[in-house]
């Protein structure tokens, strides 16, 4: 049995990621929220709502709703402003967690020293918070898979940063450096690897409740993507991310990497930055992934669609 907290800011992408650790029988402990991609509170709500479809009930703690240090921005018109689009849903009986996110991760790492995992599919806000209230969350937490970043420096909220890093770049550089042991998955890698629209309309035939619920729920964010960053398809960065954290199969090339975070405020605010030839002489801190298993990636995605 393996052990997660996933860290979210509740989005159509994080909702489905939560999914797929549930349908591959992982332990979730805990799912932490973190400021992000749209209103803090329907972060929060969202995460609530969307383990009520599934009828499970796991503790959601309310994390940090601001970066470290800078200011930030959300996104509702990437994800919609309810985060699945413009509608906005709440839960109709489940409460978050009186409990913060920093004390859950540390508490959790705690009880389940060398076999807890942290999927961040987020800002690094409250992973940061944790290590530094307690140093001993980064030899307690086996793994850290983080959605973040760029290797060419083809950005998403910038020219060269990637939303998740480029809100809170210097939580980020807290947890790159503080000993993790770290698998980065980069936004300019997954955008390689879309649902297309020959899927989407295969997916759409789909008459499984789930299957309907993923059209409903990326139908915006699939419009957004196409019309605004040019991607010809869906792109899945958590979800990917997620699949990579739960088969090794996923991932078709990766290197162990020097990485460090830009956290000025300035042009390239956010960027990772690649040691890729060694030059600073720095042990390697995160293996990088730079090539997926599309059709791996997709059989995963059908095998959730299939749930229920």
Same mark, same amino acid.
């Given at each position: 049995?393996?052990?997660?907290?996933?860290?979210?800011?509740?989005?159509?992408?994080?909702?489905?990621?939560?999914?797929?650790?549930?349908?591959?029988?992982?332990?979730?402990?805990?799912?932490?929220?973190?400021?992000?991609?749209?209103?803090?509170?329907?972060?929060?709500?969202?995460?609530?709502?969307?383990?009520?479809?599934?009828?499970?009930?796991?503790?959601?703690?309310?994390?940090?709703?601001?970066?470290?240090?800078?200011?930030?921005?959300?996104?509702?018109?990437?994800?919609?402003?309810?985060?699945?689009?413009?509608?906005?849903?709440?839960?109709?009986?489940?409460?978050?967690?009186?409990?913060?996110? $920093?004390?859950?991760? $540390?508490?959790?790492?705690?009880?389940?020293?060398?076999?807890?995992?942290?999927?961040?599919?987020?800002?690094?806000?409250?992973?940061?918070?944790?290590?530094?209230?307690?140093?001993?969350?980064?030899?307690?937490?086996?793994?850290?898979?983080?959605?973040?970043?760029?290797?060419?420096?083809?950005?998403?909220?910038?020219?060269?940063?990637?939303?998740?890093?480029?809100?809170?770049?210097?939580?980020?550089?807290?947890?790159?450096?503080?000993?993790?042991?770290?698998?980065?998955?980069?936004?300019?890698?997954?955008?390689?690897?879309?649902?297309?629209?020959?899927?989407?309309?295969?997916?759409?035939?789909?008459?499984?409740?789930?299957?309907?619920?993923?059209?409903?729920?990326?139908?915006?964010?699939?419009?957004?993507?196409?019309?605004?960053?040019?991607?010809?398809?869906?792109?899945?960065?958590?979800?990917?991310?997620?699949?990579?954290?739960?088969?090794?199969?996923?991932?078709?090339?990766?290197?162990?990497?020097?990485?460090?975070?830009?956290?000025?405020?300035?042009?390239?605010?956010?960027?990772?930055?690649?040691?890729?030839?060694?030059?600073?002489?720095?042990?390697?801190?995160?293996?990088?992934?730079?090539?997926?298993?599309?059709?791996?990636?997709?059989?995963?995605?059908?095998?959730?669609?299939?749930?229920?």
């Amino acid at each position: 049995m393996r052990h997660f907290i996933i860290d979210c800011d509740t989005a159509e992408d994080d909702i489905m990621s939560l999914f797929m650790l549930l349908r591959n029988n992982i332990d979730v402990q805990g799912i932490t929220i973190v400021e992000g991609n749209i209103s803090y509170e329907q972060e929060i709500n969202n995460a609530l709502w969307s383990l009520e479809f599934v009828g499970k009930d796991i503790p959601v703690y309310p994390g940090s709703d601001r970066p470290l240090v800078k200011q930030f921005r959300s996104v509702p018109e990437v994800h919609g402003k309810g985060g699945i689009g413009d509608e906005v849903v709440k839960p109709s009986r489940l409460k978050p967690q009186n409990k913060k996110a $920093v004390d859950a991760i $540390v508490e959790i790492a705690d009880r389940y020293a060398g076999e807890l995992e942290f999927l961040a599919i987020s800002p690094l806000t409250n992973l940061a918070l944790a290590y530094l209230k307690d140093k001993s969350v980064a030899e307690k937490i086996k793994k850290v898979w983080i959605m973040g970043g760029t290797v060419w420096g083809r950005g998403n909220i910038t020219p060269v940063a990637e939303y998740n890093i480029w809100v809170d770049p210097d939580s980020a550089k807290i947890v790159f450096n503080a000993g993790f042991d770290i698998t980065m998955v980069p936004w300019d890698v997954i955008v390689n690897y879309p649902i297309t629209d020959e899927e989407w309309e295969q997916i759409k035939t789909m008459k499984t409740k789930m299957a309907q619920f993923y059209v409903k729920i990326y139908a915006h964010y699939r419009k957004y993507s196409m019309e605004k960053e040019k991607i010809k398809g869906t792109p899945h960065p958590d979800l990917i991310t997620t699949s990579v954290a739960l088969n090794r199969n996923v991932v078709l090339k990766s290197e162990r990497q020097y990485v460090d975070i830009e956290n000025c405020d300035c042009l390239t605010r956010g960027m990772t930055v690649i040691d890729y030839l060694g030059i600073w002489g720095k042990e390697p801190n995160a293996e990088i992934i730079y090539e997926i298993n599309k059709k791996e990636f997709y059989s995963m995605l059908i095998d959730l669609l299939n749930w229920f």
